[in-house]
């Protein structure tokens, strides 16, 4: 989703630059061992990930993190691709496309950047040790608003002050809890819709959180 108003020139220039910051980053994060727990595994470098989608999008998407890691599945190393045959990714992609968008219309990531184990919840060292990658994304990226999936991901924005407009909606594993994929799907879809109209008609967000969970 590339911002409206930047000249040919300048969007395939910052799309390149972008793209080579986010490897940068992406290498870091396999090299990283700051947190034992995770350590675990055979092979940790393998078991970690950065977001995917475009690098010059104005949303971003931030989860808590990785789904636990199926050794026979490598390519759940990608934010809200899980092992179950029906997970809070579905729900996700389904809630953008009812915005008319695709996945790769816009950048998704986690705070975490690793598999916790049976879906642990995050643990503030794991989100300490990953800020500086995710505070990086935020940064290569320079989002007109970001979208936290879930009170976990909110909870690291607010505590870490992220320099950038953010509003938070339910998980969509919460929405799937309850039995409300469908009205998920569609709130989300709406709100998704409104901003990215926003984000078309040069609309302007203050830094830090905006509250739209009464829409849910």
């Known amino acids: ?38 350590l675990k595994y055979e092979h940790p470098n393998q078991y970690k990930a950065t977001g995917f989608g475009d690098p010059c999008s104005s949303i971003i998407l931030v989860g808590q993190s990785l789904h ?33 968008l695709r996945p790769e219309d816009l950048y998704i990531t986690n705070v975490v950047k690793c598999h916790p ?20 994304e935020l940064e290569i990226i320079d989002p007109r608003i970001t979208i936290c ?4 991901a909110e909870s690291a924005f607010l505590h870490y002050k992220a320099q950038t407009p953010f509003f938070a909606v339910p998980h969509p594993s919460y929405a799937m809890r309850c039995g409300q994929e469908k009205k998920w799907i569609k709130t989300f879809g709406d709100i998704l819709h409104d901003v990215f109209d926003g984000i ?13 969970l009464s829409k849910f």
């Open 1 to 38: 989703m590339l911002k409206r108003s930047e000249s040919k020139t300048r969007i395939l220039t910052r799309l390149s630059r972008s793209t080579k910051l986010l490897e940068r980053v992406n290498k870091h994060i396999k090299c990283c061992l700051r947190c034992p727990f995770m």
């Open 68 to 100: 636990d890691y199926c050794p026979e599945t490598p390519k759940h190393q990608i934010p809200f691709i899980g092992p179950m045959e029906v997970d809070s990714g579905d729900v996700l992609f389904k809630g953008i496309e009812q915005a008319g």
């Open 117 to 136: 184990p049976q879906n642990k919840p995050n643990e503030k060292e794991w989100e300490r040790n990953c800020w500086r990658f995710l505070r990086r």
């Open 149 to 152: 999936l879930g009170r976990q």
């Open 200 to 212: 078309r008609t040069e609309c302007t967000w203050q830094m830090g959180p905006h509250s739209i």
